[in-house]
């Protein structure tokens, strides 16, 4: 099995989940006392914020490409950046190394296709639901229609996002904005909906929608997990 690298931090909430699940899905695979061979460097999410509302993108690369290098430092041999928004600067850790990169959009669309899906709509910040970054690999590679909440909606479902999710905080209440905005998606069509964001999975399972949903850090780890064992 080779080494999983993880950037994390981004919120700390969502990347257990991904420590979680990249053990749970080994132990699926292998069986036995089987777990996941990975490193993990964690930045401080305050210092991520700050850059991301400055409009500072370029501050956040420089942050990723670092992560990156300590982590081949450490002996990885795939890079998982941990959350979906700052794949917006992708970029800079490709540059930053020769290790083979899975982009959480591309373990995203490749699952949906496994799923049959075709029209899907995408919940998220406003980042990854508004700039192409994400959606453009979803339509262009993948062939999917995308499609994305209302003005009021993106921005109700943003402000839940950094103003609790991220802080720890899932209440009753934001879940059930959530959910009311995916019924609205379904009825404009989507067949399935993307968790763009990788606390949303936390707020709102799978199993306490009908609709299908796409839990982003599930696939994107368990894509990184089947890399590693084959």
């Given at each position: 099995?080779?080494t999983v690298g993880l950037i994390g931090g981004m919120s700390w909430e969502s990347s257990k989940m991904y420590y979680q699940y990249a053990?749970?899905?080994?132990?699926?695979?292998?069986?036995?006392?089987?777990?996941?061979?990975?490193?993990?460097?964690?930045?401080?999410?305050?210092?991520?914020?700050?850059?991301?509302?400055?409009?500072?993108?370029?501050?956040?690369?420089?942050?990723?490409?670092?992560?990156?290098?300590?982590?081949?430092?450490?002996?990885?041999?795939?890079?998982?950046?941990?959350?979906?928004?700052?794949?917006?600067?992708?970029?800079?850790?490709?540059?930053?190394?020769?290790?083979?990169?899975?982009?959480?959009?591309?373990?995203?669309?490749?699952?949906?296709?496994?799923k049959g899906l075709q029209k899907v709509g995408l919940i998220g910040t406003?980042?990854?639901?508004?700039?192409?970054?994400?959606?453009?690999?979803?339509?262009?590679?993948?062939?999917?229609?995308?499609?994305?909440?209302?003005?009021?909606?993106?921005?109700?479902?943003?402000?839940?996002?950094?103003?609790?999710?991220?802080?720890?905080?899932?209440?009753?209440?934001?879940?059930?904005?959530?959910?009311?905005?995916?019924?609205?998606?379904?009825?404009?069509?989507?067949?399935?909906?993307?968790?763009?964001?990788?606390?949303?999975?936390?707020?709102?399972?799978?199993?306490?929608?009908?609709?299908?949903?796409?839990?982003?850090?599930?696939?994107?780890?368990?894509?990184?997990?089947?890399?590693?064992?084959?």
């Open positions: 099995m080779k053990n749970e899905y080994v132990k699926h695979r292998l069986g036995g006392s089987h777990s996941c061979k990975c490193v993990m460097v964690s930045v401080d999410f305050a210092e991520i914020e700050k850059y991301t509302f400055a409009g500072q993108w370029d501050k956040i690369g420089e942050m990723m490409a670092k992560c990156t290098r300590q982590l081949e430092a450490a002996g990885a041999d795939i890079i998982v950046l941990c959350t979906n928004t700052i794949h917006l600067v992708s970029d800079y850790i490709e540059k930053s190394t020769d290790l083979p990169f899975l982009h959480i959009a591309e373990a995203t669309g490749k699952s949906i296709k496994d406003k980042f990854t639901m508004e700039k192409d970054f994400y959606t453009s690999i979803l339509s262009e590679r993948f062939g999917l229609d995308v499609i994305i909440p209302s003005k009021d909606d993106r921005q109700a479902i943003h402000d839940i996002i950094y103003n609790e999710l991220v802080k720890s905080q899932f209440t009753e209440v934001a879940k059930i904005k959530c959910m009311s905005i995916m019924e609205s998606l379904a009825s404009q069509g989507a067949q399935g909906i993307i968790m763009g964001c990788t606390e949303l999975p936390i707020l709102v399972p799978d199993s306490d929608v009908d609709i299908v949903t796409i839990d982003t850090t599930k696939v994107h780890i368990q894509q990184a997990v089947d890399w590693a064992i084959q």
